[in-house]
């Protein structure tokens, strides 16, 4: 039977960061299914770095979510993706992810947090799953992973356990090289 990863987003995930491990993960044979606050079409973003003193942001592409959060059944998939963007500064809010993502973290499944998704990681109520490990993330989330109790990376790709984070969407390979690592174990 074919493993089955979920990949939690909303509007405004970086494009890259989505699309990149959705493909990748469909090209190794899994199972990627895209979990939204409501199943539609999502709104990517792209950001870049072209001069400024932070990333500049444009529309994407529209990505079909599979399913919404609160019909996840987290028990059924081998791993989680965390994508970045500007989703995880809502999604986090969504009273059904802490449950969802708390059950890979419980269970020693592998996750996959890139970009900004610590916030999402932040906004659980228990952090000690984070005590003593160490991570990385984009620069300005840096006070996010330490909040965690975690040990900020500034490598663009850690490993930590079953948890793989990367900085940005120029990590991907490397990232999906890790997680998917992971999955196989």
Request: hydrophobic fraction near 40%; charged fraction near 25%.
């Amino acid at each position: 039977m074919s493993k089955k990863v979920l990949l939690i987003t909303g509007d405004a995930v970086e494009a890259l960061e989505v699309y990149y491990p959705y493909f990748r993960l469909l090209e190794a044979g899994y199972e990627a299914v895209i979990a939204s606050p409501e199943k539609k079409a999502l709104n990517t973003v792209i950001h870049d770095f072209i001069g400024w003193d932070t990333y500049t942001e444009r529309q994407g592409y529209l990505l079909e979510s599979h399913v919404a959060f609160k019909d996840v059944d987290p028990t059924e998939y081998d791993g989680l993706v965390i994508p970045g963007g500007r989703a995880p500064e809502y999604i986090r809010l969504d009273e059904n992810v802490p449950s969802i993502v708390n059950h890979f973290l419980e269970s020693n499944k592998p996750v996959g947090a890139i970009c900004h998704a610590v916030q999402v990681l932040s906004a659980l109520q228990d952090k000690g799953y984070f005590e003593g490990k160490t991570m990385t993330a984009y620069t300005a989330c840096k006070p996010d992973v330490e909040n965690l109790g975690a040990n900020y990376a500034s490598e663009t790709l850690h490993v930590d356990g079953k948890l793989v984070s990367g900085h940005a969407w120029p990590d991907l390979p490397g990232f999906m090289r890790e997680f998917i690592k992971l999955i196989e174990e």
